[in-house]
């Protein structure tokens, strides 16, 4: 890893994906002093029903203030089980968010790397 880089595990697959929730506020990742971050996406069990994991960023940490950076689909008919996305424009805060349709049993792998 490169000196200065933040490594994270964002969603580990013991993360249970309830629907409509939110990353904990305690896992929300700063990535401010960072121009470049790599997010690694494995789903290992997809849900049951269509449903899609949002990954948001923000500059301020206020529940209104969160846009969608990415859309991880988990469903069954999800085809990429492994994608890795490459970002130069992000905002400083990071967390994901689940739709209706989220279901505990889905398994689902994110890992970053934020480096200089």
């Known amino acids: 890893m ?9 969603i580990n697959p013991h993360t249970k994906l309830f629907p409509d929730t939110t990353s904990p506020d305690d896992e929300i990742v700063d990535v401010g002093a960072f121009p470049h971050l790599a997010m690694v996406t494995k789903l290992l ?6 449903s899609t994991v949002y990954l948001e960023h923000t500059l301020v940490r206020e529940s209104n203030a969160w846009l969608t950076l990415l859309e991880i689909p988990i469903g ?5 089980v492994a994608q890795e996305y490459y970002l130069t424009e992000f905002l400083r805060y990071l967390r994901w968010r689940t739709d209706e349709n989220a279901q505990p049993s889905t398994m689902l792998v994110v890992n970053g790397l934020a480096r200089p």
Do not use: R
């Open 2 to 10: 490169a000196p200065g880089a933040l490594s994270f595990n964002f």
């Open 45 to 50: 069990a997809p849900c049951v029903s269509e």
């Open 76 to 80: 069954p008919t999800a085809t990429q």
